[in-house]
């Protein structure tokens, strides 16, 4: 079975500062990974996502993560805090393998920018 | 555009009653999910289905009950055996297996009075 861990249920930052929001993952093999957001209210939106290939991958709003097999890691950053950054982050893993495995989630890092 | 649209976004119910959340897509996906999400509690999956006719119980299944009779609807009804349902539920579709993610609705917030 696979799980996810997201280290730290709120983390806060000063607008400007790195965005470091941490992602572990256990699963058996390599898996698709996955970075959402959400804002108050709202549904969840991708971020970006792993699959394959180039392990740094890039996404929307500045944020990028990158995939670290031997720590089974996939943590997500953004070099300089918006205020416009503050919502709730979910990593997320999917097997890559056949059967009916969707995706697990970690429980969200509400994310908070000092100004 | 192709998304997924879930209505009411806010829904108020009484004790005893059952309230039925609306969850409709149009990007021809297979699978559709229905998560409940409490503060601090991340998502917690209550039904899924990834064909028409057809739906497996997730996590957190007591209290509720859907339907899949077509490809683009997957309604979940909170029935008053539900005992805590004031809650934030989402409604997800995804093209089925691999590395496809999840599309989200915008979610329902339903409260009991």
């Known amino acids: 079975a696979q799980s996810v861990t997201q280290l730290g249920s709120h983390v806060s930052v000063s607008e400007g500062a790195l965005v470091l929001l941490r992602c572990n993952y256990s699963?058996?093999?390599?898996?698709?990974l996955f970075w959402y957001v959400q804002y108050p209210n709202q549904g969840l939106q991708l971020l970006l996502k792993y699959t394959t290939g180039a392990t740094l991958v890039k996404g929307i709003n500045g944020f990028e993560a990158e995939f670290k097999k031997s720590e089974t890691s996939f943590h997500l950053t953004k070099p300089s805090a918006h205020m416009s950054d503050a919502a709730e982050y979910f990593c997320a893993v999917r097997g890559t393998g056949g059967g009916a495995d969707g995706l697990t989630f970690g429980k969200g890092t509400h994310l908070i920018i000092q100004p | 555009d192709g998304g997924i649209t879930q209505s009411p976004k806010y829904l108020f119910r009484k004790e005893g009653q059952n309230v039925t959340l609306s969850c409709e897509q149009n990007?021809?996906?297979?699978?559709m999910y229905w998560y409940r999400q409490d503060p601090g509690q991340g998502l917690r999956l209550i039904y899924y289905?990834?064909?028409?006719?057809?739906?497996q119980k997730g996590d957190i299944a007591e209290g509720y009950s859907v339907s899949r009779e077509k490809k683009e609807s997957f309604p979940l009804t909170v029935t008053s055996a539900q005992k805590n349902p004031t809650a934030f539920y989402l409604c997800?579709?995804?093209?089925?297996?691999?590395?496809?993610?999840?599309?989200f609705g915008s979610g329902t917030r339903l409260t009991v009075v």
């Open positions: 289905s990834q064909i028409v006719n057809d739906f």
């Open positions: 699963s058996s093999v390599p898996p698709y």
């Open positions: 997800a579709s995804s093209p089925g297996q691999g590395a496809n993610g999840y599309t």
């Open positions: 990007l021809n996906h297979d699978a």
